[in-house]
């Protein structure tokens, strides 16, 4: 009711509404956050498989949050994969969120497969992490540097992240490309085949 409103609003209210709407949103995305990892901690994230393209559902991520336009995808035309379509889109928004916001164009994803499993690569061309900060990127809270205590971000996005691969039998990996920053999830072709959980 607020966002509808704030238009008709003087200035400095409807400066004060969008705040308010900016910092309401925040803390349901955290909420959300808080949620889900206390869902992996006692166990009862599950997954909802169902057979995919990868590759569209990695572009169809991307077209949802307006991001088409800003990531360069290489892909084949289809890759099969048994797999929580939400949950890899959680997993796809994470990574190429934190590329646009952290690193420097170009952004790229390249998705690529063999017999057992898929990969989604995300690269960005900022300065990378320094290899005392990659221990820690997929750590809850844990944000590097005082710039980025202050960003929108709970610190969760990158551990949820690596839950979910988990939660598929897969994994997600960091490391530096080129300068910038890289990460790669691989996920088994058939999450049904694997065991599910921790």
Do not use: C
Request: charged share 30%; no cysteine.
């Amino acid at each position: 009711m607020l966002a509808d409103t704030a238009g008709d609003m003087e200035p400095d209210a409807r400066e004060s509404a969008r705040l308010a709407i900016t910092e309401t949103r925040r803390l349901v995305r955290l909420a959300e956050d808080l949620m889900e990892v206390s869902r992996f901690d006692a166990g009862t994230a599950a997954l909802r498989v169902e057979e995919l393209d990868v590759t569209d559902a990695v572009r169809e991520s991307l077209r949802a949050r307006g991001w088409l336009d800003r990531v360069e995808v290489t892909a084949p035309e289809r890759i099969h994969l048994h797999a929580d379509r939400r949950r890899l889109d959680v997993v796809v928004a994470n990574l190429v969120g934190n590329a646009l916001r952290h690193g420097e164009p170009p952004v790229r994803v390249q998705i690529a497969a063999d017999v057992e499993r898929v990969y989604v690569e995300v690269v960005d061309n900022g300065p990378g992490r320094t290899a005392s900060v990659l221990p820690y990127v997929f750590e809850r809270f844990w944000k590097a540097g005082p710039a980025r205590t202050r960003s929108p971000g709970s610190g969760l996005g990158l551990a949820i992240a690596l839950e979910n691969a988990r939660l598929h039998g897969g994994d997600l990996t960091a490391s530096n490309a080129g300068g910038g920053a890289r990460f790669v999830l691989w996920l088994p072709r058939d999450a049904a085949e694997t065991e599910i959980g921790r």
